[in-house]
């Protein structure tokens, strides 16, 4: 590697970092926000755990595609699902801020991140089709696992990205176990 190529993975790395203080609406169990960092590690590491269940998935692009999913977010900072709609122009915004993040690395890398997002946003392969389901079950179980304010919605969880979680046997089998976490948390 040059070490013009070092200095500009540096450069990108650092300004990743950014994702560490990019916080989620999401709380953690001690009651503080989660970061977007916080969010996409312990997406990578449900993929990781549940691995067998995906029938054959290829596990290091499911893990690339998760590890790329929201590092726009560095700069754009991130939405929360509540606010989300369709046709809002976020995911353009996203994937504009991922380049202009990735502008310091070499050509075939930045390539590569982006040709991973676009992957992930496209959902057309079983790595991003899991990815994207994946994505929702983190969020539904951290919103069952947090110390949320007063008046949080867990009715939310109900429905959030169900039709990510419906589109394979192992999202849905977790999918069912995180709707009765999410019913327990409503009292219902």
């Not at 990743?16 to 990578?44: I, M, V």
């Not at 691995?51 to 560095?74: T, Y």
């Not at 989300?84 to 390539?111: I, M």
Request: glycine content about 10%; proline content about 3%; aromatic content about 6%.
């Amino acid at each position: 590697m040059r070490d013009e190529d070092i200095e500009g993975a540096l450069a990108f790395l650092e300004a990743a970092g950014r994702l560490k203080d990019t916080l989620r609406s999401a709380h953690t169990g001690a009651g503080r926000r989660e970061s977007t960092a916080e969010h996409t590690w312990r997406l990578c590491l449900m993929a990781l755990v549940f691995e067998d269940g995906c029938g054959g998935v290829d596990l290091l692009r499911l893990l690339k595609v998760c590890l790329v999913h929201d590092l726009g977010e560095a700069i754009g900072g991130d939405v929360p699902a509540v606010l989300q709609r369709e046709g809002d122009g976020r995911a353009a915004r996203e994937r504009a801020d991922l380049a202009d993040l990735a502008s310091p690395l070499a050509p075939a890398l930045r390539a590569e991140l982006l040709a991973l997002w676009d992957e992930y946003d496209a959902g057309a392969t079983k790595e991003a089709v899991l990815a994207k389901g994946f994505d929702k079950l983190e969020t539904i179980l951290q919103h069952n696992q947090g110390a949320n304010p007063e008046g949080f919605d867990y009715g939310f969880n109900l429905e959030y990205g169900r039709e990510r979680t419906d589109a394979h046997p192992m999202l849905r089998a977790i999918r069912a176990v995180l709707d009765e976490g999410t019913k327990a948390r409503m009292g219902a």
